[in-house]
């Protein structure tokens, strides 16, 4: 069932109440300050699934060509064991629902946000743990525990080049009504490849960090914080975050492709952007509700949006 939020995060704490809007705008509107895109170059949504609940994250699988959607299904960060996966293929068209539904089939599953694919395997933060499912299967693969750090609000995860786990933590606190306020602490964790676990940074200049991202080029990670109005950059090691690149703010979902290009969404005007060096510009948007997460499928020059508000998957082409 669609589920109901007494608020959402954002710079301030609270954006406001959400509900899933029942109207899908077929539209485009291109930005009101930027230069208008030719006809012929502009973006295109060629999919619309809107039958999730929840979608928070997406990760496009090259290998089997799909992408696969976290849905929280349910309030965030509440075990309730009822979290699926949907595949999504490269065409739009729905798959698997429940390809990963918890409960069934050996898997535990509550409210599966941020995901990364390694190879043949899907990592998916599922409040305080993180879980590994086959991408072929779904099958269970492993589980590692993440309570020994006390985690509050866990939200994205992405590997170093050295196999090692780092995890957000939004540091946001929910109330019995499902009202959400920032206490902190904001967090980075880390997962090393033997399994242990630890707090790999503490620090209120992280912004309520919400996305992560390795790039390979520069050998630190990406930051999209949800509470500030800058991509940040991080080393581990480092005691701070770097602000990079000033933007709209409400930042969310970021992946840097292996050319080297970075999308981040943003809930402040509901858009995609890529970063070129330090400057943020819109790939998509205004859209008509606030994308949560992204992935691209370069071999098709294609990418998913999931929208969590919305409950939703849109398919766009991009400009080129």
């Given at each position: 069932?669609?589920?109901?939020?007494?608020?959402?995060?954002?710079?301030?704490?609270?954006?406001?109440?959400?509900?899933?809007?029942?109207?899908?705008?077929?539209?485009?509107?291109?930005?009101?300050?930027?230069?208008?895109?030719?006809?012929?170059?502009?973006?295109?949504?060629?999919?619309?699934?809107?039958?999730?609940?929840?979608?928070?994250?997406?990760?496009?699988?090259?290998?089997?060509?799909?992408?696969?959607?976290?849905?929280?299904?349910?309030?965030?960060?509440?075990?309730?064991?009822?979290?699926?996966?949907?595949?999504?293929?490269?065409?739009?068209?729905?798959?698997?629902?429940?390809?990963?539904?918890?409960?069934?089939?050996?898997?535990?599953?509550?409210?599966?946000?941020?995901?990364?694919?390694?190879?043949?395997?899907?990592?998916?933060?599922?409040?305080?743990?993180?879980?590994?499912?086959?991408?072929?299967?779904?099958?269970?693969?492993?589980?590692?525990?993440?309570?020994?750090?006390?985690?509050?609000?866990?939200?994205?995860?992405?590997?170093?080049?050295?196999?090692?786990?780092?995890?957000?933590?939004?540091?946001?606190?929910?109330?019995?009504?499902?009202?959400?306020?920032?206490?902190?602490?904001?967090?980075?964790?880390?997962?090393?490849?033997?399994?242990?676990?630890?707090?790999?940074?503490?620090?209120?200049?992280?912004?309520?960090?919400?996305?992560?991202?390795?790039?390979?080029?520069?050998?630190?990670?990406?930051?999209?914080?949800?509470?500030?109005?800058?991509?940040?950059?991080?080393?581990?090691?480092?005691?701070?975050?770097?602000?990079?690149?000033?933007?709209?703010?409400?930042?969310?979902?970021?992946?840097?492709?292996?050319?080297?290009?970075?999308?981040?969404?943003?809930?402040?005007?509901?858009s995609v952007f890529q970063l070129d060096g330090t400057r943020l510009h819109r790939s998509l948007g205004p859209l008509d509700a606030p994308p949560a997460d992204i992935s691209l499928d370069q071999r098709n020059g294609r990418i998913g949006v999931v929208f969590l508000t919305a409950d939703r998957f849109e398919l766009w082409t991009l400009?080129?």
């Amino acid at each position: 069932m669609p589920f109901r939020w007494h608020g959402i995060v954002g710079s301030a704490g609270i954006i406001g109440a959400v509900t899933a809007p029942g109207v899908v705008v077929e539209r485009w509107v291109s930005a009101g300050s930027e230069p208008p895109v030719a006809a012929a170059s502009a973006p295109r949504r060629v999919a619309v699934v809107d039958s999730l609940s929840g979608s928070e994250a997406v990760s496009y699988d090259s290998t089997h060509d799909a992408y696969l959607v976290s849905n929280i299904n349910g309030t965030p960060q509440v075990k309730d064991g009822n979290g699926f996966i949907s595949r999504i293929g490269s065409d739009g068209k729905m798959d698997s629902l429940h390809f990963i539904q918890g409960g069934r089939n050996g898997v535990v599953l509550n409210g599966p946000m941020g995901s990364r694919i390694r190879g043949d395997t899907l990592w998916v933060v599922d409040i305080d743990a993180v879980r590994a499912f086959d991408t072929g299967s779904g099958r269970p693969i492993t589980s590692i525990d993440l309570t020994p750090v006390h985690p509050v609000f866990t939200n994205d995860l992405d590997f170093d080049s050295n196999g090692d786990i780092y995890i957000t933590d939004t540091g946001v606190h929910s109330d019995s009504r499902g009202t959400l306020e920032h206490k902190g602490p904001d967090r980075i964790y880390r997962v090393s490849r033997k399994g242990q676990v630890t707090v790999a940074l503490e620090s209120t200049a992280l912004n309520e960090p919400d996305g992560i991202a390795w790039n390979a080029r520069d050998r630190d990670f990406l930051l999209a914080p949800i509470g500030g109005r800058a991509i940040q950059t991080w080393k581990p090691g480092q005691r701070a975050p770097v602000n990079l690149s000033p933007g709209a703010g409400k930042f969310d979902g970021i992946e840097v492709e292996s050319d080297g290009r970075a999308f981040i969404t943003s809930w402040a005007d509901s858009s995609v952007f890529q970063l070129d060096g330090t400057r943020l510009h819109r790939s998509l948007g205004p859209l008509d509700a606030p994308p949560a997460d992204i992935s691209l499928d370069q071999r098709n020059g294609r990418i998913g949006v999931v929208f969590l508000t919305a409950d939703r998957f849109e398919l766009w082409t991009l400009s080129k």
